[in-house]
C-alpha cells in the first residue's frame, strides 16, 4: 500500500496565480493611497546624486498608476492559462512570483528600517507595509505550486 494517502496534488497553479494577481491589485492601492511615490522618486533622486550610474527614473502619479494597473489587468487575463497548467506560461509565473516576493520583502524591511535610504525617513508606516504580506505569503505559494505541477499537463 502506497504512503500517499493525503491530499492529491494540484493539477495547476491558477488559485495561486490568481491570488497573487489580487494581492497586487491591492498592494497597488495601498502605496496609491499611501503616497509612494513621493518616497520613491526622493530614494531615485538619492541613489541618482551618490551614484552618477544609478537610473534617474522618477515617475508622475499617473504614469505610475496607469503602467501598475495595465500590468495587473494582463495577468489577470493570463490567469485561464494558470489555470490549464501552462507551460508557456510557467517561466513568466517563476518571475512574477519572484519579483512580487522580493518587493514584499522589500516593503517590510523598509518599514523596519523607517527609511529607504538614509535622507528617506517615512513618516508613519511606510507605504505598501500594510499589504506587503499579500504579495510575500501569495507568492511563496505560487512558487510552492510551481514546484509541484511540474509534469501535469
Not at 522618486?41 to 503602467?67: K, Q
Not at 523596519?112 to 511563496?140: N, Q
Amino acid at each position: 500500500m502506497s504512503d500517499q494517502r493525503t491530499r492529491p496534488r494540484a493539477s495547476n497553479y491558477g488559485t495561486p496565480w490568481l491570488l497573487l494577481c489580487l494581492g497586487f491589485a491591492v498592494h497597488i492601492w495601498d502605496e496609491a493611497a499611501h503616497d509612494f511615490l513621493s518616497y520613491y522618486n526622493a530614494t531615485v533622486l538619492a541613489l541618482y546624486g551618490h551614484f552618477s550610474w544609478f537610473p534617474r527614473m522618477d515617475m508622475r502619479f499617473r504614469t505610475w498608476l496607469t503602467a501598475l494597473l495595465v500590468v495587473n489587468v494582463a495577468l489577470l487575463a493570463l490567469t485561464p492559462w494558470a489555470y490549464r497548467n501552462a507551460r508557456w506560461l510557467r517561466l513568466l509565473a517563476y518571475a512574477f512570483a519572484g519579483i512580487e516576493l522580493l518587493y514584499g520583502a522589500g516593503n517590510i524591511l523598509a518599514a523596519i528600517r523607517g527609511r529607504t535610504v538614509p535622507s528617506v525617513h517615512f513618516e508613519g508606516a511606510a507605504p505598501g507595509v500594510y499589504t506587503a504580506p499579500l504579495l510575500v505569503i501569495p507568492a511563496a505559494y505560487l512558487i510552492w505550486s510551481l514546484r509541484n505541477t511540474r509534469g501535469h499537463t
